[in-house]
């Protein structure tokens, strides 16, 4: 998934070993990752606006297991 602003793109990224399926990803952000059959997140590939990246990042900050990432992808 990739998010544009005006520094540039990020992505949410989940490290899926260190995910226990709590959900609160899916909750807060439910416009960009859903879950599977196990309760486990699929994030989505809809580019990200203002309002949408702040949500993002209040979900990556409230996993409770630190499996969510937001990361900053070089300008080509």
Do not use: F, N, Q
């Not at 793109?9 to 859903?34: F, K, Q, W």
């Amino acid at each position: 998934m990739t998010a544009t602003t005006s520094s540039g793109s990020h992505t949410v990224g989940i490290d899926r070993i260190a995910c226990d399926g709590y959900g609160l990803c899916a909750e807060l952000l439910p416009e960009l990752i859903e879950l599977d059959e196990w309760g486990y997140p699929i994030v989505g590939s809809a580019p990200l606006t203002g309002k949408a990246l702040a949500h993002a990042r209040r979900a990556v900050a409230a996993c409770p297991a630190l499996a969510l990432r937001l990361d900053r992808v070089p300008k080509s």
